[in-house]
């Protein structure tokens, strides 16, 4: 026996509501029809012939012109009625929806505001207690590894933090900001993760970028598609970060020569916590199975600032996303 709890239950709701207003239009706009077509005829046809005791079979006379006149006038009407009735149903069908995520958008905010104030007091402990071990202490790298989860989980409640608040920041069309340096900052702040893993980071820019975006939101996407890049980079390898200028945009490209996206739509790692099936790189180290919330965080900056992100492509050899944001002439 499946379990049906209140979320299937409101779905089920919603679907026959939206169900039965569909009907509801498509039965109106049958009925319109039907009428449109019994005004033709009767505007064809006097009312003495058509209630005269003996019917004529001869007494509607409709020319074939003056038909498929009509039938066309009748059917641009028809699906011009049909279309605005079903924007106007669509549109209040999924306003629960839209409560619906700023609800969830507002209760991931108040989580998360929740859950700082408890790590950052835990990772505070930690620190004690790791500056209280000595080196030869059996306990030090497990403190150690104890301290970097906790430091995941913050950043992790940082990004969820962010993305709940994206939606509710004031967007500013004005902000100029140089591409080139945001990238640069981007870059160094993830070269010690990329000597880790025994990658190099290559950024090339091709002469001035100037976006309206702010430089902090800049640097924060590329740090991301960084960190997701350098996770499947195989050791040797280098990660590229070009930065290219077209006539509206400056497009920012990074790079990896990892697997590909494996087990999933490569348009769909933009979704929050989208998952893979397991794909094992080609060092035989970590399977791509999940994106975490990093990359939606990409998409839900760069759409707020009128840019894009995508996939340019995937393969064995690598992968491509693709940054753009809008250009500015002036400089900041």
């Known amino acids: 026996m499946s379990i049906i709890d209140s979320d299937i239950l409101a779905i089920r709701r919603a679907s026959r509501i939206v169900g039965t207003r569909l009907a509801l239009v498509c039965t109106a706009v049958v009925a319109l029809a039907l009428l449109a077509v019994f005004l033709y005829i009767l505007s064809e046809i006097s009312a003495a012939e058509l209630f005269e005791p003996m019917p004529d079979t001869d007494n509607l006379q409709v020319s074939a012109v003056g038909l498929l006149r009509a039938a066309t006038v009748l059917g641009i009407t028809l699906i011009f009625l049909a279309g605005v009735l079903s924007w106007l149903v669509t549109r209040q069908a999924v306003q629960p929806l839209g409560e619906a995520l700023r609800i969830q958008r507002a209760f991931v905010a108040d989580a998360s505001h929740e859950l700082r104030t408890p790590l950052a007091v835990l990772d505070a402990r930690l620190q004690i207690l790791q500056r209280s071990l000595t080196e030869n202490d059996a306990s030090t790298p497990i403190v150690a590894k104890l301290r970097s989860d906790t430091k995941d989980l913050i950043h992790i409640v940082n990004d969820l933090l962010k993305s709940a608040e994206i939606s509710d920041a004031a967007v500013k069309q004005n902000i100029l900001t140089d591409v080139n340096a945001a990238v640069t900052a981007a870059v160094k702040s993830m070269e010690l993760i990329a000597v880790g893993n025994k990658v190099t980071i290559a950024h090339t820019a091709r002469g001035p970028a100037i976006a309206y975006a702010p430089a902090p939101s800049v640097t924060r996407c590329v740090v991301a598609l960084?960190?997701?890049?350098?996770?499947?980079?195989?050791?040797?390898?280098?990660?590229?970060?070009?930065?290219?200028?077209?006539?509206?945009?400056v497009i920012i490209t990074v790079r990896d020569h990892g697997p590909g996206i494996q087990g999933i739509n490569p348009a769909r790692i933009f979704d929050r916590f989208a998952h893979s099936d397991a794909a094992v790189n080609a060092s035989g180290g970590?399977?791509?199975?999940?994106?975490?919330?990093?990359?939606?965080?990409?998409?839900?900056?760069a759409v707020r600032y009128g840019g894009s992100v995508r996939v340019v492509n995937s393969s064995e050899q690598g992968t491509a996303i693709m940054l753009a944001v809008p250009r500015a002439k002036r400089r900041p």
Request: cysteine-free.
């Open 226 to 249: 960084l960190d997701n890049a350098l996770r499947f980079a195989p050791e040797g390898s280098a990660v590229t970060v070009a930065v290219d200028v077209t006539k509206k945009s």
């Open 286 to 301: 970590e399977s791509r199975t999940g994106f975490g919330i990093g990359l939606s965080l990409v998409r839900d900056i």
